[in-house]
Structures are given as structure tokens and as C-alpha cells.
């Protein structure tokens, strides 16, 4: 059975970092584009990043630019999410996903919570 675990969530002050990880398991994780997700209270779910199956292509939203980076380790089946500088506006529920280009991500995991006082 396909299961996506985040972990590596917290609260944090203004400035701090974070790295979030997300092991997969039950899939052939180096065949999968991995991303994340966000939502926020009263907000819709958002992207974050992705980086394709073998990590030569990383996209990022323009708010966590500069700031978050993305990276995988094939052979520990887990992605993660490196966040510095964060901001009270980072404050998220983060979701890990897994899809196979092109088609819609169809795996998430259940989700970490990001917390950033001012």
C-alpha cells in the first residue's frame, strides 16, 4: 500500500528554519515527481516545489523562492524541504505528494504542521 509520512513540522520564530522530510513507501519512489503542498486556515491548498524523478528540474512558487529548496534521496525512498528565513506567512500544513508526469499527483501523505510567530 502507498503511503506518504511528512515529518520535521514545528513552531518556530520569525527568521528560524526548518527542514521537512517525507518518506514514501509502497511505490517505486524513483519513478515519482515529488512535491509540496501547503494550506492555511481558511485558505486553499497551494503549491510549494517539486523536483522531478532524478532531480534535474526544480519548480518553485514565487512566495518560497530564495527561501525553501527541494531535494531527494532516491535511496532512502524521502524528499525534503529545506525552509530558511521563514516568515509568519509560511504557517502551513504541509503535505508531501507523489505523482508520475504528466499525469496529477495522486499520493499524499497526511501532513505537518508549520508554525511561524512573529
Known amino acids: 500500500q502507498e503511503q506518504l509520512v511528512e515529518s520535521g513540522g514545528g513552531l518556530v520564530q520569525t527568521g528560524a528554519s526548518l527542514r521537512l522530510s517525507c518518506v514514501a513507501s509502497g511505490l517505486t519512489f524513483s519513478t515519482y515527481t515529488m512535491g509540496w503542498f501547503r494550506q492555511a486556515p481558511g485558505k486553499e491548498r497551494e503549491f510549494v516545489a517539486s523536483l522531478t524523478r532524478s532531480s534535474i528540474s526544480k519548480s518553485y512558487a514565487e512566495p518560497v523562492k530564495g527561501r525553501f529548496t527541494i531535494s531527494r534521496d532516491n535511496a532512502k525512498n524521502t524528499v525534503y524541504l529545506q525552509m530558511n528565513n521563514l516568515k509568519p506567512e509560511d504557517t502551513a500544513v504541509y503535505y508531501c505528494?507523489?505523482?508520475?508526469?504528466?499525469?496529477?499527483?495522486?499520493?499524499w501523505g497526511q501532513g505537518t504542521q508549520v508554525t511561524v510567530s512573529s
Open positions: 505528494a507523489a505523482k508520475r508526469a504528466p499525469f496529477e499527483y495522486d499520493y
